[in-house]
């Protein structure tokens, strides 16, 4: 299980980038993805996935 950036709401503001314990989220050309084998969604490290909480379009970090 991880979590996904919709590309079409990203803004790429980089702000999930620097929230992420995994370092899963970078940035790849202009689009922000988020790598699945990283990503934990947040399980055992946080409450909420941390990208979700911090980005600030709706819908945009969401469960792959
Ligand atoms: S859900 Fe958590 S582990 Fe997954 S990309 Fe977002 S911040 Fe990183
Ligand atoms: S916080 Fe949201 S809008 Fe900003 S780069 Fe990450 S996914 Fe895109």
């Known amino acids: 299980m991880s979590y ?3 590309v ?5 503001c ?3 980038e620097f929230e ?3 370092s899963a989220i970078s940035m790849k050309g202009d ?6 084998d990283k990503c934990t969604e947040c399980e ?3 409450d909420s996935p941390q990208c979700a909480d911090v980005c600030p379009m709706p ?3 969401i469960p792959a």
Do not use: L, R
């Open 59 to 61: 819908d945009t970090c």
């Open 20 to 22: 992420c314990p995994n």
């Open 8 to 12: 079409e709401n990203c803004t790429a």
């Open 31 to 36: 689009e922000f993805i988020i790598n699945a």
């Open 14 to 16: 980089g702000a999930c």
């Open 4 to 6: 996904k950036i919709v």
């Open 44 to 46: 055992g490290q946080f």
